[in-house]
């Protein structure tokens, strides 16, 4: 295969890595990006995503400026966004522990990103779908801050990302592993692919985090994680990530804590799948309850909008008996559910029309859980109307707690889905300063090397809010690209 010496390659050709790419090829830098995937399964974990995409903004009028056209705009009302409510956001979801410069140049970046990428191409709609309510009089109200999307979702972003690339001059290879940096100096020149060398002047790491490694997981997570199912791409092993380690780069971010949801855990092909992706994620908790093999709830599946709990409430259905829990719904709470993800092809939910013969089908403990669904009922603030669109208080006074939108468990028929934790990406990654600039663990800069998206870390810790990963990647790529 061809491979000529540009001035800047990158590694990895996700979202971050081409908007790299583009930013450098447009100060007229020669660009190579180098993925690891065969053209057929490319695009990284920014192919499986929905698109959505979070960032500050003014309001319905601020986001024609970026919207493909659509009748519904005229009806539609989107809360302006601003960035002191992004950053707390941040604050609040990461309790604090994200790095906060970084934090700020993203969301400080954020608008201004989305205008740079829809001016190269890129398309966006509102998520009409999943982050609206229709108001008595049809019109669509927005919630939950991130409110717009990519068009066609990951893979329009990345057929998008890759047209834009190719306008520009970005040559692309894929099947192209880079196992390797070449330092000299102290500084890195180059990339080693096999036996194969590439000099550059910069190298740009965009090659995700470490989630699809099971024993990297194991090791930096905890026990257990080498089990979690990958929702994403099966090539982000940290590949990158260690070659940096090893000539002296830091550790940037929280090593032992990752993004992961609650997930499909009977669909026989429930990783890296392409074709189902995000159907295969389930996030309608808020309005039923979750119980773990015993038969017992173990989260307040109403703290907050899914927004901001679904990336950590993973992890706690991984610590459950067996990694597994059931979401239970009855055939009111059922009908409210988002057909997208709950009537996924060859989705398998338990079915019955008595408490007890669900319990045996999902083979719960049956008294536990008879108990369960009683005392939950029976401890419903129903003063409060059920509102989905607001946090309305409506709480379960048990243990645990249910903060909002409580609704007894008592129309049949009663459906339970199994879920396990699927992974989404590591929140660890390399020390980076705000411009992408590769840190050694003492903090000085090594000649050369940048990263950014997953692979930067220091952003998010524990928790995260939707649609931050995409523009975290945006906005840094875009950095870094303007820097090699
Ligand atoms: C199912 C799912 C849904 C998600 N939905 C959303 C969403 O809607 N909005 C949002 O903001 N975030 C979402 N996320 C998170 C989002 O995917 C990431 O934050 C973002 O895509 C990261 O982009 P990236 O460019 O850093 O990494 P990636 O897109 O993963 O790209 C990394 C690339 O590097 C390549 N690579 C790895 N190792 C090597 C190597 N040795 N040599 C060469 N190439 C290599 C990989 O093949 C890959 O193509 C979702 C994640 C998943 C898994």
Redesign the pocket.
Known sequence: MEMPDPDVVV???????YCAAHAAAERGRRVLV????PRQH?????Y??????RFVHNGIDDLLQILEPDERHVHTEVPPYAAAEFLSDLERVTEGRGDKALANVVVEGSRDAIGWLHALGLRFRLMYDRQANVGPDGSFVFWGGSHVSTVDGGSGLMADHERTASRLGVQVRYD???TDLIAEDGAIVGVRVGDRRVSAESVVI???GFEANPRWRQRYLGDGWQHAKV???P???G??IDAALKIGAGRGGDWSTC?SVPWDASYPQNESNRAL??RLSRYGYPLGILVNRRGRRFVDEGADFRNYTYAKYGKLILEQPGSVAFQVFDATSRSMLQGYEYEMPGIVPMVADDLRELALAMDVDVEEFVQTVCEFNASIDTGQPLDPTVKDGRSASVKPVKSNWSSAIESPPYYAYPVTCGI??TFGGLRGDIDGRVLTSSGSPITGLFAC???LGGLFSGNYP??????A?AVMGRRVGSCV
């Open positions: 590694v990895g050709g996700g979202n971050a890595g180098l993925e690891k995937a490319s695009g990284g974990n920014s499986f995503t929905l698109g959505s995409i192209c592993a880079v965009a090659s995700g929702r994403g791409t090539y982000n092993t590949d990158l993004h992706t995000n989404s990406f998206g997953e692979a939707t649609g931050a990963g995409l523009i990647g």
